[in-house]
């Protein structure tokens, strides 16, 4: 039995944060009944064409979930959604701010109808203070939380390249959302859960944040390199391979020094004898290394590290990401259905022992719409009216 079996989730979701969320809650075991515009659809579905002409974002972040094609500005949406909800022990929204009011589908309004529901908004900045009203899209959100400030060159800051903001936003939203079910199961009552993109990656930005605020200035952007820590980052072998590297105290500086670096002068070099002094001794210490590693293949690099027993690894292309020995070694890759075929899926990282997540597929739009309306009691020849008149 998965965990949130007869668990059901229906959500009015778009693009990452909150079909990221969801899209674990089914792979746990709830049934994610996933609410889309009849034309054209989450918008994410169009981003791109290259998974059997799917979209990467989509497919990443869709599995597992029924697809219901609805308008919810018809006029018969509102009583279709309310069957839909009576059943519902999760609610979960991402529209622009104020929209799911508008709609009344705001939190007020339905958990005085439904009190054990389980409400959740993610927004952008949240509904209330001066940005409450401010669109939100995942690189303003960086920009907002000063992570490009501390991410990039001396030079040039740049972005992360992984929507940072919508993944945190949906990983908050998933704990917040399975804490919100263990307390209604205690104490019979619903919650309603704000869950802010900016807050999510503020929570994630706390080291360079006490940091600056506590000493007064922020941490150097350093590009690979660690803002803070030397060495730590990439380091070019002799033969165009690079190798990242950490060291993180004054034992493993001196096995760097014996086993990788062969040089007990450097271990007793005043400007690497703390990490401070290599701090301010960065440009020295960098200088000594790839000395060193310019004689070596990248390979040869890697042994000495492993004898050292000091923290390293390959820059990898995503392709050598891809195709990394350890998912293998794992089991980690399961076979998920599309419109388009069968295509390889990792294994969310849950883990739990005597469980094995769902891994459903990737829903073509609209594609589970006629049996939930089936279901909620709608006869084969309304489906049809209702597709007439562009309702689904």
């Given at each position: 039995m998965?965990?949130?079996?007869?668990?059901?989730?229906?959500s009015?979701?778009?693009?990452?944060?909150?079909?990221?969320?969801?899209?674990?809650?089914?792979?746990?075991?709830?049934?994610?009944?996933?609410?889309?515009?009849?034309?054209?659809?989450?918008?994410?579905?169009?981003?791109?064409?290259?998974?059997?002409?799917?979209?990467?974002?989509f497919?990443?972040?869709?599995?597992s979930?029924?697809?219901?094609?609805?308008?919810?500005?018809?006029?018969?949406?509102?009583?279709?959604?309310?069957?839909?909800?009576?059943?519902a022990?999760?609610?979960?929204?991402?529209?622009?701010?104020?929209?799911?009011?508008?709609?009344?589908?705001?939190?007020?309004?339905?958990?005085?109808?439904?009190?054990?529901?389980?409400?959740?908004?993610?927004?952008?900045?949240?509904?209330?203070?001066?940005?409450?009203?401010?669109?939100?899209?995942?690189?303003?959100?960086?920009?907002?939380?000063?992570?490009?400030?501390v991410?990039?060159?001396?030079?040039?800051?740049?972005?992360?390249?992984?929507?940072?903001?919508?993944?945190?936003?949906?990983?908050?939203?998933?704990s917040?959302?399975?804490?919100?079910?263990?307390?209604?199961?205690?104490?019979?009552?619903?919650?309603?859960?704000?869950?802010?993109?900016?807050?999510?990656?503020?929570?994630?930005?706390?080291?360079p944040?006490?940091?600056?605020?506590?000493?007064?200035?922020?941490?150097?952007?350093?590009?690979?390199?660690?803002?803070t820590?030397?060495?730590?980052?990439?380091?070019?072998?002799?033969?165009g391979?690079?190798?990242f590297?950490s060291?993180?105290?004054?034992?493993?500086?001196?096995?760097?020094?014996?086993?990788v670096?062969?040089?007990?002068?450097?271990?007793?070099?005043?400007?690497?004898?703390?990490g401070?002094?290599?701090?301010?001794?960065?440009?020295?210490?960098h200088?000594?290394?790839?000395?060193?590693?310019?004689?070596?293949?990248?390979e040869?690099?890697?042994?000495?590290?492993?004898?050292?027993?000091?923290?390293?690894?390959?820059?990898?292309?995503?392709?050598?990401?891809?195709?990394?020995?350890?998912?293998?070694?794992?089991?980690r890759?399961?076979?998920?259905?599309?419109?388009g075929?069968?295509?390889?899926?990792?294994?969310?990282?849950?883990?739990?022992?005597?469980?094995?997540?769902?891994?459903?597929?990737?829903?073509?739009?609209?594609?589970?719409?006629?049996?939930?309306?089936?279901?909620?009691?709608?006869?084969?020849?309304?489906?049809?009216?209702?597709?007439?008149?562009?309702?689904v």
């Amino acid at each position: 039995m998965r965990p949130l079996e007869g668990i059901t989730v229906v959500s009015l979701e778009q693009v990452i944060a909150g079909p990221f969320a969801t899209r674990q809650l089914a792979e746990l075991g709830a049934r994610v009944i996933k609410i889309e515009r009849p034309r054209g659809g989450d918008a994410a579905r169009g981003y791109d064409g290259t998974v059997n002409g799917m979209s990467s974002h989509f497919v990443w972040v869709n599995r597992s979930k029924e697809s219901l094609s609805l308008d919810v500005k018809h006029p018969e949406a509102k009583v279709i959604l309310g069957k839909l909800l009576e059943k519902a022990d999760v609610f979960l929204q991402n529209l622009a701010p104020g929209a799911a009011d508008r709609l009344g589908l705001g939190a007020a309004e339905l958990r005085s109808r439904h009190p054990r529901l389980v409400w959740c908004g993610i927004s952008g900045y949240g509904p209330a203070g001066p940005y409450a009203e401010k669109k939100a899209y995942d690189l303003l959100v960086q920009c907002e939380a000063g992570l490009l400030s501390v991410t990039g060159t001396p030079e040039v800051p740049s972005k992360a390249g992984i929507p940072v903001a919508d993944i945190a936003a949906g990983m908050y939203a998933l704990s917040s959302i399975l804490a919100a079910l263990l307390r209604r199961g205690r104490t019979g009552q619903g919650a309603t859960l704000d869950i802010t993109m900016f807050e999510a990656l503020g929570e994630w930005m706390g080291f360079p944040g006490y940091f600056t605020a506590y000493g007064g200035s922020p941490p150097p952007r350093s590009g690979a390199h660690h803002a803070t820590i030397v060495p730590y980052g990439p380091f070019l072998a002799g033969d165009g391979g690079t190798i990242f590297l950490s060291i993180q105290n004054e034992r493993e500086f001196g096995r760097f020094c014996d086993t990788v670096l062969r040089s007990e002068a450097l271990k007793t070099d005043g400007r690497f004898s703390s990490g401070p002094a290599r701090l301010q001794n960065r440009e020295a210490m960098h200088e000594e290394i790839e000395r060193v590693f310019s004689k070596l293949t990248t390979e040869e690099a890697i042994g000495r590290l492993e004898i050292a027993d000091i923290a390293n690894a390959r820059l990898n292309s995503l392709q050598e990401f891809w195709d990394h020995p350890q998912f293998e070694a794992r089991n980690r890759w399961a076979k998920v259905g599309t419109p388009g075929g069968e295509i390889d899926a990792l294994k969310p990282p849950f883990n739990i022992d005597a469980f094995e997540p769902r891994m459903d597929a990737v829903p073509a739009l609209g594609s589970h719409t006629r049996a939930i309306l089936q279901e909620l009691g709608y006869l084969p020849v309304q489906v049809e009216q209702l597709a007439a008149q562009g309702a689904v």
